[in-house]
């Protein structure tokens, strides 16, 4: 069994600031990791996932996480947030190779501040 | 062309209706889903499919069946639907293993 931890539900940040979204995860067996982005009326998209390989990981829209298995965490970190910033952000996790099912965090809400 | 599509957008129905939501993928995924997202936005998983055939049912009410025709597609039925029924379902879908999950636009299910 796995589960995921955001810490935040709500992140207010300055428009050109830095922000960090925390999430943390526990598991018993190799994990892949994942964020997702949700804006208003919309479904899930994906920002970038952590397979394998290097722990620091780029995704879409300036965004960037870091595996660190020691801390069993993979925050998510933008160095400048835009007004379109403004979202909800899931973390998700789910065992390594073959099917395996998809637990989600219960996601935080970034609120960015002209 | 959209990838995960999902109709109807919008549903409004009162307590004790039955209901249907379609879902349709054209990415050639093997794997498809049914999430529910509640008013707190939390997201649950309720079923998946691979290649046609049921792999998760996540304790949801026999109210609930799903039905997957061919792997391009998988529709919701809801019997008897109750207030609690209320919520935002998304279908999705992804090619496994490691696959990021592509999620369609969701369906706003609204019981007076």
């Known amino acids: 069994a796995q589960s995921v931890t955001q810490l935040d539900s709500q992140v207010p940040v300055f428009e050109e600031a830095p922000v960090e979204l925390r999430c943390n995860y526990s598991?018993?067996?190799?994990?892949?990791l994942f964020w997702y982005v949700q804006y208003p009326n919309q479904g899930l998209q994906l920002l970038l996932k952590?397979?394998?390989?290097?722990?620091l990981v780029k995704g879409i829209n300036g965004f960037e996480a870091e595996f660190n298995k020691s801390q069993t965490s993979f925050h998510l970190r933008k160095p400048s947030v835009h007004i379109s910033d403004t979202a909800e952000y899931f973390c998700?996790?789910?065992?390594?190779?073959?099917?395996?099912?998809?637990?989600f965090g219960t996601g935080t809400k970034l609120q960015v501040i002209p | 062309d959209t990838a995960v599509s999902q109709t109807p957008k919008y549903l409004v129905t009162q307590m004790g209706n039955d209901k249907s939501i379609k879902c349709e993928q054209n990415?050639?995924?093997?794997?498809m889903y049914w999430y529910k997202q509640d008013s707190k936005k939390f997201l649950k998983i309720m079923f998946s499919?691979?290649?046609?055939?049921?792999?998760i049912n996540e304790t949801v009410p026999n109210r609930f069946s799903p039905k997957s025709p061919d792997k391009a597609h998988l529709n919701l039925h809801i019997n008897s639907l109750e207030l609690g029924d209320s919520a935002v379902y998304f279908c999705?879908?992804?090619?496994?293993?490691?696959?990021?999950?592509?999620f369609g636009d969701g369906t706003r299910l609204s019981i007076l």
């Open positions: 999705a879908s992804s090619q496994p293993p490691g696959g990021s999950k592509h």
């Open positions: 598991s018993s067996v190799s994990v892949y």
């Open positions: 952590y397979l394998s390989g290097s722990t």
């Open positions: 998700a996790v789910s065992g390594a190779g073959g099917y395996q099912k998809v637990t």
């Open positions: 990415l050639g995924h093997d794997t």
């Open positions: 499919y691979n290649n046609k055939e049921l792999i």
